[in-house]
Structures are given as C-alpha cells and as structure tokens.
C-alpha cells in the first residue's frame, strides 16, 4: 500500500471549483476527475469526509445583499451545498465509491440528518461521508462548516481544495508581488490577516490544533498529493 500522511481527511471543495469554465452549475468533467482522485483515496484506505461549497448555485452573501434578508439568503446557500452533494455522492457511485449525505437540517426525502455517531459508524466502514448544509445556521460559512465537521470526525487534516494553489500576501492575480507561503502559524495567518479562510474557521481549527492544508484544486493530482504527504500549497498549524 503507498504510503499516506493522513488517515482520515475532511475535504473541503469550493463550489466555484465544480463549475469550471462555465462559472455556474456543475462540470461533470471536473466531477469525475475529483471523485477519481477520492476513489485513489479511499482505495489507499484514506478515511473520507468531504464538504461542498454552494457558490456555483448561490451565495448567501453575495447573492442576495441588499435583496434578501440575510439568514434567508444564507438558508438558500445552505440549500446549494445540499445540490452539490446529491451530485457528487452520485458521480462517486459511478466510480465503485459508497457515499452518504449527512445534512445540518432535517430533510429526510434527500438526505439523513447529521449525528457525529452516523459519520463515524460510515467512516470506518469504509464510505464516503459528504456533509452538506453547512453548520445549519446562517452567518457562518462552509468553510467554517468544514472546520466544525474536521473537528468532530476528529480528522487528521483538513484540506482546503481552492481555485488558488496556495495561501499569498495578496491575490496573486492582482499583485505580481504576492509572497506565497509554503508554512504560516495559525496566529501569523491571522494576525496577518491572510484570506485563506473566514477568521471564524481559522479561529476554530487554531483552538482545536487542527492541521490545514491550502492548495489548488486543478494541480494535477493534487487531493493525492496531499494526503501522501507532498508539500504542496500552503500548510497551517500552531507550531511546526
């Protein structure tokens, strides 16, 4: 068996990232390719939680400021995780992969509702748990819904997959002279007020000594990369 870093991993998937070129919906190019790399996963008997984001669909924030109240808008990004899930945990059984969505709010028709208990009991039997609805409650990003749910599995990572390869002083897209980090502290990220995450989710996974791994989605292989132990993207901790 190839050797990995981490046994059991809470992987976190922008929703932007599934809808590729097109900026909305769902690719099923880039779908089969990520539920190929969890497949590699899983077959190296990596433990799998994984967390979609609801911005290819809707984001509360952004969507509907200044049109919606905000906890309904954030309720409608909620609802968005919930689709990419239902999407994902499908292209994951076209791949031989068993997948379960545990949802933050009750919808029996779609989903099961999420206990700590039922991901355990799915993780150790080998299944796929995709967490889909956030934390349940509005204000809090899916980001911060990953962290929360990293740190109940009690994963040994969580893996941050974005549209930017690593953690930068500033958007490398706009400042030339971004400085890319290979290793920050959860105080420097935060003191340096760095946009890996919403503080809320840095913060979490700094009182709990959760191990974040920043990276980008499109590097070749990169989901594997990373659980083998490859210093790719930007890796946060409270001390190295």
């Not at 935060?190 to 913060?203: E, F, G, Q, S, Y």
């Amino acid at each position: 068996m190839p050797q990995i870093k981490y046994k059991r991993i809470l992987l976190k998937v922008s929703g932007e990232a599934l809808a590729g070129d097109e900026g909305h919906g769902l690719d099923f190019n880039i779908l089969h390719s990520v539920c190929a790399s969890i497949k590699e996963c899983v077959d190296m008997g990596v433990q799998v939680g994984l967390v979609i984001g609801g911005g290819n669909f809707w984001r509360g924030v952004k969507n509907g400021a200044g049109k919606l109240q905000r906890s309904h808008g954030d309720a409608m990004g909620m609802l968005a995780t919930v689709m990419n899930a239902i999407a994902v945990a499908d292209v994951l059984n076209q791949h031989g992969i068993d997948a379960r969505v545990l949802t933050a709010v009750e919808m029996h028709k779609f989903a099961e509702y999420f206990t700590r208990d039922t991901a355990e009991r799915y993780l150790n039997e080998g299944k796929v748990v995709l967490f889909a609805a956030g934390t349940g409650n509005p204000y809090f990003s899916t980001d911060t819904g990953a962290v929360l749910r990293g740190v109940e599995i009690e994963a040994d990572a969580i893996l941050m997959a974005k549209n930017v390869d690593a953690i930068y002083s500033a958007d490398p897209n706009k400042d030339p002279n971004a400085i890319k980090y290979t290793q920050l502290t959860y105080g420097e990220a935060l003191a340096k007020n760095l946009k890996a995450t919403d503080i809320t989710a840095m913060a979490l996974a700094m009182d709990n000594d959760m191990t974040m791994v920043c990276f980008g989605l499109d590097e070749e292989n990169s989901i594997v990369r990373v659980v083998r132990g490859e210093e790719i993207g930007t890796t946060v901790k409270n001390k190295f």
